[in-house]
């Protein structure tokens, strides 16, 4: 499979799993945190499935659409290894959803990051609260989900935190 045709199917498994997530949500409380910001493409869809919602951002640097630029103040920069857990410290309430897009292009490096970062990813998010993003998690604290229809598995990954 060409790195295009790979690419198509990570955002539509992306986009399919972050609809699904606001279906799941509905109208319960919680900010959302987007690890991972990018251009902006998933907080801009972000912000138009949960409109008037607190969205956190986090990573190392951010270079956004100018359509897609967050308030200041919602923007956490650096290693994620670092802002997650200072950020859980002051954390206002649990977050209702997190989205990871972590991977680096580099397979052992990425499930290494999302390793690290699942304690303090589980910590952060509500009972009941959702995780969608690009590489697994691993914390007996989720539980895995189906993925929506369209979704092959292992290409995203979908998770609940248990009560």
């Not at 109208?27 to 998933?42: A, K, Q, S, V, Y």
């Amino acid at each position: 499979m060409s790195r295009l045709d790979s690419y198509i199917r990570r955002m539509q498994a992306q986009k399919l799993c972050l609809d699904r997530a606001a279906q799941l949500i509905g109208t319960r409380p919680g900010p959302i945190l987007e690890l991972g910001f990018g251009n902006g493409r998933t907080y801009d869809h972000l912000r138009e499935l949960f409109p008037g919602r607190k969205i956190y951002v986090f990573d190392r640097q951010i270079n956004p659409h100018p359509d897609c630029v967050p308030p200041a103040d919602m923007v956490r920069l650096g290693d994620a290894r670092e802002t997650l857990p200072r950020f859980l410290e002051g954390a206002p309430e649990p977050a209702i959803l997190i989205h990871t897009d972590i991977g680096t292009g580099d397979k052992i490096a990425s499930l290494r990051l999302a390793s690290d970062l699942a304690p303090t990813i589980t910590a952060l998010l509500a009972s009941g609260g959702l995780v969608a993003g690009d590489q697994p998690l691993p914390d007996d604290r989720l539980e895995p989900l189906p993925l929506p229809e369209g979704v092959a598995v292992g290409r995203y990954h979908f998770y609940r935190r248990k009560a």
